[in-house]
Structures are given as structure tokens and as C-alpha cells.
């Protein structure tokens, strides 16, 4: 380990070393992309960037609502949730300016010989990108989140019972730079801190819907992406309670309005440029290389083989309703927002893909290595397209069949993926189609408002 002050200390640790505070903020991902953490003490958190710290395993072992499952193999009451190992990465060093500038970092699972924590999330996604780096690439990407803002607290969401939620601005009202000036605070909080925070927002407008936003991360390196994706959502989250605001990212909200998409952009480098732009190819291909064909057609191909790492909730596939703006096919277009997957081209810097099939609701480390193993897969074996683009809403895409409506149905397709193993492998595809079945037998057993509107006098 290198001394205090020593010149090869990771500058991240030199940071703290130097600074007054007396505690350092933690957080690791847990399936649903909920971030679990906790404040260490200063003395406690350099002993952590050195050799870990333990953390209950039991973040892999529970859902959303801290319920834990039934029916998992590697963690669970049958192991006692032991404390698993966490390390920090120091490269994700930050500041939170809305809590007195603590000190912040992210960590990942990694097992007692240092190799990586099968089921961690971030692990996952790095498992991915070492496929990319085996053949010479780099990806990059963006995500773009949509969400709903309510006027509600946690206490006071708690004493609705979950039922009428207060919209932070009434009617449909996109772009409208009158609402964004009515919550000129918020608007504003979200644009500047989270760009102290190291989450830069290339752009932040309202979006068609009661208080809906949409915000667009400046793009990155794609580790780096997804982890400002998962903080941004968090970020939105705490920042909204200053202002009495409560942020949604749940993929539906009221079958009244759209849903909210959670897209992803994709570029692939060869480290000196953007190799999905090809200007030599024909009119045809409107500068989309043959690599990056090969890559849209893994994605189009393996789209149902990795559904529930995108849509993951049994909310997910109320968002998948034909004409409500989610893409219910896997479809692609140039240009084409009705499209599942959009491309993007027409020169080397902008040329990308827009995988518009995940809603806002996903843990962004899952679902960004959902789409760049299925588009992986389609450079590995240099897939080419098989269907024309589709143009206007949908044309072209009649005899494609559309998306299952239910998770249990996409966890059976995920489960048998053979190509999901490859990328993923056996325990994280296993563990998660466990924790994904689980969800779907608590909607089962649960009783909604809309069944005791249906059945309870009239039945």
C-alpha cells in the first residue's frame, strides 16, 4: 500500500487525506438498481479503499421492498446473509454538493480471491465490456431518463396509501419553458448540482405529461455512463426533497398518459475513432458501417433473450401499449422514434444507436449490459440485418410479432438464453431469473385497487 501523502497514492485517497471531513459516503448497486450504502468513518474508509469492507450480502438477497426471496441459490436465509465483500472504486471519487460536499464513492462485490461477485450488477456490466476490449473496442454511451415529479413526501405518499399521487404541474405540456420557469428552483438544483456531482446533463426539458421530465447524461465511456445513470436517479431523488418534490421513475404510472423510457445510446470506438460510420458504404446504409450493422442485429435478434434486464418490473410491460410512444417490436429505422432500436447517422462524431426498449424504471448497469452483450453477440458473429427499416409508425413491421405483455413470460425466454449465459454467465442468469419470478408471484398474490373497483360491490 502506498504511505500517506506517497506520490503513487491514488489521488481520490490524497483528496480525503487532505480535506476536514470525518466521514466518507458509500453505495453499491442491488438487483433493482436501488443504491444501498452507508457513511464511514474517515479512519474506517481508508482501511476500505485498501483491503474492502464487508457489506450483508442480503443486497442480493431481497427485493425493492427489502422482502427477502424464497427461491435463490447464492445468497439467502439458507447461507445466514454473511457479510459479502465490497470493494471501492476509487475512480468514482465525488462530491455530494447537496450534503455538505461529503465525500462519495461507489463500490462493487468481488469475491474472497478478488475475482469478480457473480451477481453484482456493476460486475456484470464489466464482464461485458472486457468482451468489447477482446476485440479492440471501446463503447461508449448516453442515457436518457424520462420521469414523473410529484408534489409528495415520503410520509405523505405513505399516508395516500399509494393512491393519487399530486403532479407537480397539471396538462400535457412538452419543451415548455413556462412550466420549467414555475419550478425554476428545482429545474435549476437538478442541472447545477448534479453537475457539481460529476453527472453532467447535456439537456433537461419537460416531456408530454403532468410534471414529466426528461433528462439526457452527456455521454462517456459506458462504466462511467451507467454509473451517472444510477446516481442521477438517486441524485433527482434527494435533491426533489428540498423542494417538497418526489421523483418517479416507474415505468407507468397511470394508463392515462406515456411511460417513461430509460433509452440508451451507443457508439463503439476503436480507440482513435467512431468505427460505427462508415462514409464509403452505399447511399443505402446512410453511413452506418458494416460493424455497426452486425451490432444492430444482435440487438434485434436478442432482444426477448435479455427483456427482463430492461424491463424488470411487472410495471414494465404496462408502458409496452401500441401507440404510447414505447416501442413494442423489435424493430429499427434511421431516424425513427417508433423504432425499437433508432440509428442515428450521418457523420463520425454523432453516428450511434438509440436502444429505445428500455423504460426508466431499470437498474442501468443490467440493462446497459443487456444491449451491448445482444449487440456484442452480433459482432462476434458478424450477424447482418434480415428485415428492411421500418418507416412511418410501424409500417413495414406488420408480420413481426410484438413483445410478451408479462415478465414471467420474458424470464422463461431470459432463462433459456444461450447467449445470455455466454455474456452473463450460468449464476448471475440463474440468480436473476429467481429474483425476476419472485416479483411476479408477489403481483400474484397481491390485491389491486383496480380489482377492488372491479369486483367489490358488484361481483
Not at 483491503?51 to 441459490?73: A, I, K, L, R
Amino acid at each position: 500500500m502506498a504511505t500517506r501523502n506517497s506520490p503513487s497514492e491514488h489521488p481520490a485517497l490524497a483528496a480525503v487525506r487532505a480535506s476536514n471531513t470525518g466521514k466518507v459516503k458509500v453505495a453499491v448497486s442491488d438487483i433493482d438498481g436501488v443504491l444501498r450504502g452507508k457513511l464511514l468513518h474517515r479512519d474506517k474508509f481508508f482501511g476500505a479503499a485498501e483491503s474492502g469492507f464487508g457489506f450483508c450480502d442480503v443486497v442480493f438477497g431481497w427485493d425493492s421492498g427489502d422482502q427477502c426471496y424464497d427461491n435463490t441459490e447464492v445468497t439467502g436465509w439458507q447461507h445466514g446473509f454473511p457479510d459479502a465483500l465490497a470493494r471501492i472504486d476509487l475512480n468514482t471519487a465525488r462530491h455530494v454538493p447537496w450534503d455538505d460536499g461529503v465525500p462519495f464513492f461507489l463500490g462493487e462485490f468481488i469475491n474472497a480471491d478478488g475475482t469478480p461477485f457473480p451477481v453484482c450488477p456493476r460486475q456484470i456490466l464489466k464482464r461485458v465490456l472486457k468482451r468489447a476490449e477482446a476485440l479492440g473496442l471501446q463503447v461508449m454511451a448516453g442515457m436518457e431518463f424520462e420521469w414523473f415529479n410529484f408534489l409528495e413526501t415520503p410520509q405523505s405518499w405513505a399516508d395516500k396509501k399509494g393512491v393519487g399521487p399530486t403532479n407537480l404541474t397539471p396538462g400535457m405540456f412538452g419543451y415548455s419553458l413556462l412550466r420549467m420557469n414555475g419550478n425554476r428552483e428545482f429545474f435549476n438544483a437538478l442541472m447545477d448540482q448534479m453537475a457539481a456531482f460529476n453527472v453532467p446533463i447535456e439537456g433537461l426539458h419537460t416531456e408530454t405529461g403532468p410534471g414529466v421530465y426528461e433528462a439526457a447524461i452527456a455521454f462517456s465511456e459506458a462504466l462511467e455512463q451507467a454509473d451517472r445513470a444510477i446516481l442521477f436517479k438517486t441524485g433527482a431523488k434527494e435533491i426533489g426533497q428540498r423542494f417538497g418534490i418526489m421523483p418517479s421513475f416507474m415505468a407507468k404510472w397511470s394508463r392515462d398518459y406515456p411511460g417513461c423510457s430509460g433509452h440508451i445510446h451507443q457508439s463503439l470506438s476503436d480507440g482513435k475513432q467512431n468505427v460505427f460510420f462508415d462514409a464509403n458504404r452505399g447511399k443505402s446504409s446512410k453511413g452506418m458501417s458494416q460493424l455497426f450493422e452486425s451490432y444492430l442485429a444482435g440487438q434485434v435478434q436478442c432482444l426477448m433473450e435479455f427483456a427482463p434486464m430492461f424491463w424488470p418490473t411487472i410495471n414494465s410491460y404496462k408502458r409496452l401499449v401500441d401507440g404510447f410512444w414505447a416501442p413494442v417490436k423489435p424493430t429499427w429505422g434511421f431516424d425513427n422514434r417508433t423504432a425499437s432500436f433508432r440509428v442515428i447517422s450521418g457523420s463520425p462524431k454523432s453516428t450511434r444507436l438509440e436502444t429505445r426498449c428500455p423504460g426508466a424504471d431499470v437498474n442501468p448497469y443490467l440493462a446497459m449490459a443487456a444491449v451491448i452483450a445482444a449487440g456484442l453477440h452480433g459482432v462476434e458473429k458478424e450477424l447482418k440485418l434480415t428485415a428492411p427499416p421500418i418507416t412511418g409508425t410501424n409500417q413495414g413491421a406488420e408480420h413481426i410479432p410484438r413483445a410478451p405483455r408479462s415478465l414471467m413470460d420474458t424470464t422463461q425466454i431470459f432463462k433459456r438464453s444461450e447467449v445470455a449465459r455466454d455474456f452473463l454467465g450460468d449464476t448471475f442468469v440463474d440468480h436473476f431469473a429467481a429474483t425476476r419470478e419472485w416479483e411476479y408471484r408477489q403481483w400474484q398474490d397481491g390485491v389491486t385497487d383496480w380489482e377492488l373497483k372491479r369486483y367489490f360491490e358488484i361481483i
